[in-house]
C-alpha cells in the first residue's frame, strides 16, 4: 500500500487536450541522503501527426493500461527525458519491440551504473527529430553539473512537458515526515520548483540555465505538465516564471 496519496485512478489514460494524454503511476521509491524516499509517477503520450504515439517517462507495465494505449494507435517511441526516467523502458520495448527508445543525456552511464539492462536506440538533442517535429518542440535544459534534462513543448496544446526542473508536491498527500523535507527542499506546492540540492548544481553556471529557460518563456506555454506532484494546467508560463525565479 502507498505512503502517498496518490492520483487515482491510476494506470488509467486522462485527456488533456486533442492528441495528448497523461497518465498517473504507482509510487517509486527514489535513493536520497539518509534513505528512501516515494515519489507518485506519471508519464504523458502524445499523438503524433503519423498516428503514432510518442511515450514520455513511461511508468511500470501495467496489461491494462497497454490494452488502453494500443487502442489509441501504435507506439512508436519511447522517451527517457533525463537520467532518472528511464527504468520501465525496458519493459515497454520488450511489449512495443518496433519502437525507438530515446537515451537522454548520461542515462546510458546511469542505467550501467545501477545495473539495469535497457538498450536505446537513439539520442535526445536540442532540437526535434522529423519523427516528431510537427507536433513536439523540444530543447536540452542545460548548466546543472549533474542532471540534464530535455524539455518538450505539445504545440497545438500549448503544453510544456517538464520532469524534474519542476516538483511541486501538495502537502496533503504527503507522510508528514517527507512534507517537512519537501518544505526544506522548495518543492512544496504552492510554491513548486527543483529541489535546492538540484539547484545548487547549477552553481557558477545559471548563465547557461537563463538562456534555455528564455527559450522555454518563448514558447508561451499555457500549462505545464509535471512528473511529480500537481500540474500547472492553467497559468503555465507564469507559473514558469515563478517556479524558476531562482535562477535570477
Known sequence: MSSLGL???????????????????????????????????????????DGGLWCHSPIAPDAG??????????????????????AHIAAWKQRYPDAVAWASPGVRERAASQRIAVTFDAGLGDAPPPAWADTLDQLHFRGSRVLEEIV?????SGTLILTDLIENFEPSRLPRAMRLLVRLAGSLDPDGKAPVDMRLTYVDRK??????????????????????????????????RRAFRWLA
Open 152 to 156: 518538450f513543448l505539445h504545440r497545438d
Open 207 to 240: 548563465r547557461i540555465a537563463r538562456a534555455c529557460l528564455e527559450r522555454m518563456l518563448a514558447w508561451r506555454p499555457r500549462r505545464v505538465i509535471l512528473a511529480h506532484g500537481r500540474c500547472y494546467l492553467q497559468d503555465g508560463e507564469a507559473e514558469l
Open 65 to 86: 493500461l497497454f490494452a488502453a494505449i494500443d487502442a489509441l494507435g501504435p507506439v512508436r517511441h519511447l522517451v527517457s527525458p533525463n537520467m532518472l526516467h528511464y
Open 7 to 49: 492520483y487515482e485512478p491510476l494506470n488509467v489514460i486522462k485527456p488533456v487536450a486533442s492528441g495528448f494524454w497523461l497518465v498517473d503511476g504507482p509510487e517509486i521509491r527514489m535513493a536520497v541522503p539518509g534513505g528512501r524516499l516515494p515519489f507518485p509517477t506519471r508519464m504523458t503520450v502524445a499523438r503524433l501527426a
